[in-house]
């Protein structure tokens, strides 16, 4: 049962809706009604709070879905109907993410994740790009496929595109697909592994936010491309001391498998700068375990190539519930983190250049941003967000809100123009 959230807007008034507070149920059999009194302004972020709090995905025998209603009062401004319709379809988008990221491998494969994503395209009357398995070898891909080779089921780079007539300007979102990631040759030990069919959230995030936009009429030309893998381990899996050839040309000393993340990530976000000819791209990934330690559980860390562009996505992070803080933007310093002996770079720095431990978070953005000569030509957001997109064994659908708050300038919802004003 997918369609089981209604938003229901009832218009401001002072002091006539009655205020209560429902416990959560302690079935499932019964409708759970929520009413929020907000500002206009934060009904947003209260709308995909509590959407992602219900999720879609159960495999519990005796699990019957329930029907959510929100039902919002803003206090000091109507929602429009265009608020309303996007509200409703982002909520839709959030909790869509979120069954995805808690799908497990064994269920979503990443020919079930392409299909999917298709679909989601079609159903937009978005056109749609899929580049598979050798043909990826074939076209230059080496990042995604040499992470992928190893996998049960081939890997992929999906491109959806809404292309409105009339559109000035393009943006690209491009997001990491790894449906499970055990790390490869350097496999993940003990309970390190757990948890991680949810690799490929910060994918799914942006397939939510790039379907609530065009449902939203995205005046602007807007791609997705999903950079889809499964890191897994056979013996044509990478292994150190590889060395592969990425989507830029530049070529890769393989110093750890489990960094495998920035590989996919450095060809999605070439191939948008290069042939999609964007001029605004936001990669999004489930990155580094040291973005937590970086920005802690709450906050994604974010590197920006442009101090406007940080300070926009850091205001969209309050406005939208997504939090997220910068870290460390300096190429000129790090750049020695990517040395290579044997290839123009390394894809992981354990310290052995000059003795230095390296801020491994910025380092993983500055390999991904070394493709598109770290966003010179470009506006380049890099988004990390391990920690906050997963809380007690849930995805939280993390990334979607805040990627609608960013862009929806560009579209007609009032909502959304006026966020941050």
């Not at 709308?47 to 206090?75: G, W």
């Not at 909790?95 to 299909?115: I, S």
């Not at 493709?371 to 939280?396: F, K, Q």
């Amino acid at each position: 049962m997918e369609e089981i959230n209604f938003l229901n807007i009832w218009p401001s008034a002072e002091n006539s809706i009655p205020i209560c507070l429902i416990p959560y149920p302690s079935t499932f059999t019964a409708d759970l009604r929520v009413i929020l009194v907000c500002e206009y302004s934060h009904s947003l972020a209260l709308v995909s709070s509590v959407a992602r709090t219900y999720p879609l995905y159960h495999r519990q025998k005796d699990f019957v879905p329930m029907n959510v209603v929100i039902e919002v009062v803003c206090m000091d401004k109507d929602l429009t109907g265009a608020d309303v319709s996007m509200l409703t379809d982002l909520a839709a988008s959030i909790r869509t993410t979120a069954r995805l990221a808690d799908t497990p491998a064994n269920e979503l494969t990443t020919d079930k994740y392409v299909e999917e994503a298709v679909a989601i395209g079609k159903k937009l009357g978005c056109t749609s790009l899929v580049i598979k398995g050798e043909e990826l070898l074939k076209k230059g891909f080496g990042g995604i496929y040499h992470v992928g080779k190893a996998g049960p089921t081939p890997p992929a780079f999906v491109v959806l595109s809404h292309e409105p007539s009339g559109a000035k300007d393009t943006f690209a979102l491009v997001g990491k697909g790894i449906v499970y990631d055990c790390g490869g040759m350097h496999i993940k030990t003990s309970n390190h592994m757990l948890g991680m069919k949810r690799d490929m959230a910060g994918s799914a995030a942006l397939l939510g936010a790039f379907a609530a936009l065009v449902k939203a009429k995205f005046s602007e030309s807007l791609h997705l491309c999903l950079c889809i893998a499964e890191n897994n381990i056979s013996p044509a899996a990478n292994k150190p001391d590889d060395v592969i050839t990425l989507l830029s040309g530049r070529t890769v000393e393989i110093t750890n498998t489990d960094a495998e993340g920035r590989l996919v990530l450095a060809d999605g976000v070439f191939y948008a700068r290069s042939v999609l000819k964007a001029k605004h791209i936001i990669n999004m990934a489930t990155l580094t375990g040291s973005q937590a330690y970086m920005t802690g559980k709450t906050h994604a860390a974010v590197m920006c190539s442009q101090e406007e562009s940080e300070e926009k996505i850091v205001s969209a992070g309050l406005l939208s519930g997504d939090l997220v803080h910068p870290m460390i933007y300096a190429p000129d310093m790090h750049a020695i983190d990517l040395y290579s002996p044997v290839a123009d770079m390394n894809n992981a720095n354990w310290g052995d250049v000059q003795h230095l431990l390296p801020p491994r978070s910025a380092a993983a953005a500055l390999f991904i941003g070394s493709n598109i000569e770290y966003g010179e030509d470009v506006d380049w957001i890099h988004v990390d967000m391990l920690a906050p997109s997963h809380c007690e064994g849930r995805s939280t659908a993390w990334g979607v809100s805040l990627v609608v708050a960013s862009l929806g300038k560009a579209t007609a919802v009032p909502l959304l123009q006026t966020l941050g004003q």
